[in-house]
Nanobody, 120 residues
Framework: QLQLVESGGGLVQAGESLRLSCAAS????????MGWFRQVPGKEREFVAG????????YYADFVKGRVTTSRDNAKNTVYLQMNSLKPEDTAVYYC?????????????WGKGTLVTVSS
């Protein structure tokens, strides 16, 4: 089992930045690829960013490329999502995901999410 707890969400204005963190506890964190997803009420959860086990590879959804960076610190069992130039349409609950593949679908372990609200 792997427990994930997101933090860092909040209310920001358009154009500002925010860094989300996801702290993991339980089984070997460095054994998992980590992803960030987001969900708006009434819509499906969507992939935002992902990072490989050793942080050698990162993956981004087209709608965040150039604005978002994900990183991880395996010594701290933590993965990060740095979001810059935020837009109102980035408003969503952001979820951390741990997985053993790179399919970036609904499988794996999930946190409870952290709310990001971007005002215009």
């Amino acid at each position: 089992q792997l427990q994930l707890v997101e933090s860092g969400g909040g209310l920001v204005q358009a154009g500002e930045s925010l860094r989300l963190s996801c702290a993991a506890s339980g089984r070997a964190f460095s054994s998992y690829a980590m992803g960030w997803f987001r969900q708006v009420p009434g819509k499906e959860r969507e992939f935002v960013a992902g990072i490989s086990y050793s942080a050698g590879n990162t993956y981004y959804a087209d709608f965040v490329k150039g604005r978002v960076t994900t990183s991880r610190d395996n010594a701290k069992n933590t993965v990060y999502l740095q979001m810059n130039s935020l837009k109102p349409e980035d408003t969503a609950v952001y979820y951390c995901n741990a997985r053993t593949d790179y399919l970036w679908n609904g499988s794996g372990y999930w946190g409870k999410g952290t709310l990001v609200t971007v005002s215009s």
